[in-house]
């Protein structure tokens, strides 16, 4: 493992005082240093690896075990003392971790000295340490060679499968008696939630799973649909307080059967059988498990079998994909809780159904109950993924976007497989806080757990959110690319075929076939909202206002009628368009209402919002200032570098000659923006 020297990189220096003030600090990681470092995660990941070549948590572990070796050497502590005063709450993984590091155990650091020996000692010590040396040589070349196969191989027929990624196929239900299938839905989630835990391991996510529950397809074509190397395949049932269940491991691409159990088991040992079929199943395929991941995989999230079997009929409803069963589901996970005061996962499957439920609504109706599942969750363990999930999701539902992502950022630590938490964290970049680089980041880390879904209509939509990010970052060639995948794999997604629209337009900057693209949609379908305000919109520009009211006022009878809180940043376009055709009362309401918004805006676009507004009312001064705050923002989506050109409502400021310069300098930042991020993801490999 590389060592970094602190002393050629200053950053590195600081950054290993920084860990050892913490040292004796387990739950110091990742999340903690790029708190103290005033640095995002993604930022600081980047900068270590550049600086060291390790992953932070390696880094972190690197210097743990250098103090270890010097309190080794200098001190009378035992083995077991220094592994808790360096931050390891395991001494035998402490063992394992030092001899990995050094090449030999802790217990032996004595023995290595070689200070008080007589020449003839040292000449002898020195030949066999140059003999060490020579075998140390071969056995690295070695090594390296097996590397290189391990490492080329996968890549020499395609993309290939990762070492050691691995899918959780659905499980079958044995039993004649249909009321059982969510027991062994259940286990089939928690076996699938206990590997998600493990870091060295890259887990296909649920959704992508799921096609396959009645899927004639062999392992092989599955294996390869998922780009996994292996397949987890179960069975079961339940009889009166027995469970039995068969679960096998398979290597994909071959067939072969490396592991199968049959377990028979009292119900009231469910939670050992979940915990000991998926350390069984990473044992199988050596994956490492650190003592942490194994602390929270045999955590029990309760005592009350009872509160168990109402969570797990809960969270069968809560996967079904509805709002019907979201709302079923909530009697269900509240009947746990009354068994069980202290269900942890309970409280945050309750919260995240209630944030659900509330997701898009005007009225929000569950937020006091969103906020408070979520602290019980996370006051009975403070650990789990989906209580920081839930946490997050308050934050977001209440509009403090800010204080959601630590929540976001430290379920991921804990959950390094989670696809919901990355998808989360893209859609949080995308839409709350925008930032085009880290969308994009996660956007393609997401991939690599969702784009297993090879099922047309699932991966169809998978390359359409790739797609946007591209868009949204600049790449308008690669945004081209992946919404042609989408479309291939689903001509009749009317989502792809409306962002493609607009990649056209990005493309060719031509309104009327950007319009005429999207009226083809909304024939296809009359009810998407977005597609008429989007009519409306591009009529807008065009400066055809009789074509942008019919639609407009189409889109506001939907979002009134449906009682949607939706693009109210629409509503100074809207204004226009009514004055231009004598609507004054009306414009000035919408107008008033947009006034209201911007001011009300937390977010990066306030001040071209309000710019927007001032141009409108001639107040071409104030325009300019807001106009100009804007200018040094960054993370914002091309769209806006599209359109403010071209935008009616910026046309009284537009003369303004500094205004012109505004644009100008607007453009420039955004495209040297888009080459560091180019650059930077090329680094990290994900371009």
Sequence with gaps: MPDPDPTNHPFIQKITEIVEEHLSDERFGVSELARETGMSRSNLLRRVKKDTSLSVSQFIRQVRLKRAMEMLRHHSFTVSEVAYKVGFSSVSYFIKCFGDHFGYPPGEVGNKEFSNVGPGQAEAQGS?????????????????????????????????????????????NDSNDSSNVYIINGLMESILDNLQQIEDLRVISRTSVEQYRNNPKTSPEIARELNATFLVEGSGQKIGDQIMLTVQLVEGSSDDHLWSGQFTRQAKDIFALQKEVAMRIAHEIEAIITPEEAERINKIPTDDLVAYDYFLKGLDLFFSGTREGLQ?????????????????????????????????????????????????????DSKLAQGLIAKAFYFIVIEQYNLALPYLEKALEYNPNSALVINTLSDYYARLVPDTEKYLEYALKGIRLDIAAQDSTD????????????????????????????????????????????????????????????????????????VIRDIGMISYYMRDYEGAHRYYKKFIEIREAQKLDLDRS????????????????????????????????????KNLSLAVYYSSTGDLERAVEQMKLFSLQENYPYWYVLFLDIDPLLDPVREVPEFKTILGEIEKRFR????????????????
């Design 672 to 687: 040297e923006y888009h080459e560091r991020m180019r650059a930077s993801l090329e680094e990290k490999g994900l371009i």
């Design 459 to 530: 991966a169809s939509f998978i390359y359409l959110h790739i797609s946007n990010a591209f868009m949204q970052s600049g790449f308008v060639n690669e945004a081209e690319q992946y919404i042609a995948r989408s479309l291939d794999y689903n001509p009749e997604n009317l989502y792809a075929a409306h962002l493609n629209a607009f990649i056209h337009y990005g493309i060719t900057h031509d309104l009327p076939t950007t319009r005429d693209l999207l009226v083809e949609i909304l024939n296809s379908d009359l009810t998407r909202i977005e």
């Design 570 to 605: 629409e509503n100074a376009k809207i204004a226009m368009v009514w004055a231009e055709l004598g609507l004054v009362e009306e414009s000035e309401h919408f107008l008033r209402d947009y006034l209201d918004y911007a001011e009300t805006d937390n977010s990066i676009y």
């Design 328 to 380: 079923e589901s909530i009697p269900y996970f509240e009947k746990a809780i009354a068994r069980d005061g202290e269900f942890a996962r309970a409280y945050a499957d309750l919260s995240l159904a209630y944030g659900l439920l509330d997701l898009g609504q005007v009225e929000k109706k569950y937020v006091t109950l969103i906020g408070q599942n979520a602290d019980q969750a996370l006051l009975f």
């Design 128 to 172: 066999m340490k140059k003999r060490f040396l020579f075998i140390g040589l071969a056995i690295v070349l070695v090594v390296a060679g097996g590397i290189l196969f391990m490492v080329l191989k996968p890549f020499s027929s395609g993309e290939g499968a990762l070492e050691k990624s691995i899918a959780v196929l659905p499980f079958r």
